[in-house]
């Protein structure tokens, strides 16, 4: 972790070096203090429930990477409304996994200097200095990514905005727009 950073709101560390292939379980929940420090770190007016099931294992040595954590995500958080702002509660499921790498070797700076090609396949691989992790930071990245950008009440009513609220089911194709030297192309063959 770089000393520039501010301070995580949610701090977990797990030590990777004793951790063998069979692995363990963690489940890690945010109090009400980290909860309102992340509320802040993302701008929304609250979160009323954070917490996550972790397992980290050792990978084999024929596989990428040296650990992976899967984690399960569950939260409940509010937003404010698009709209109106008003308050949205929206709860959250996301699963995910990351791929660690010890950086043994000082491999760190050198991939951050050279151009990587990814597919969105890809596992998350991160390259990581010492064998600490924090979980809660983690944690806290995915959930930010998981939220809706857009929150929107459900009872928002269109006629008051001024304009029609669509969804993507809602929006038809439009008629393909003739080209105009079409009738050009006909003239020509009748003259």
Do not use: W
Not at 138 to 148: D, H, I, K, T
Not at 151 to 169: A, C, F, H, S, W
């Amino acid at each position: 972790m770089s000393e520039d950073l501010p301070e995580n709101e949610f701090v977990r560390l797990v030590d990777l070096k004793p951790i063998e292939k069979k692995g363990f379980d963690i489940n890690i929940e945010a109090d009400e203090e980290e909860r309102q420090k992340l509320a802040g770190r993302f701008s929304i007016p609250g979160i009323l429930k954070l917490e996550a099931n972790c397992t980290i294992k050792k990978r084999a040595q024929k596989q990428v990477g040296d650990f992976q954590l899967s984690v399960v995500l569950n939260a409940e958080v509010i937003q404010e409304c698009v709209m109106t702002l008003d308050d949205v509660n929206e709860s959250i499921h996301e699963e995910f996994t990351i791929i660690f790498e010890l950086d043994d070797k000082g491999r760190q700076k050198e991939e951050e200097e050279k151009e990587v090609e990814f597919s969105l396949e890809d596992e998350d691989i991160e390259v990581i200095s010492g064998s600490e992790i924090d979980l809660g930071e983690y944690v806290a990245e995915y959930l930010s990514l998981a939220m809706n950008p857009y929150p929107r009440q459900n009872t928002v009513d269109k006629e008051k905005l001024g304009y029609e609220i669509m969804d993507e089911e809602d929006v038809i194709a439009e008629p393909e727009k003739k080209n105009p030297f079409a009738v050009l192309k006909d003239l020509k063959h009748k003259t």
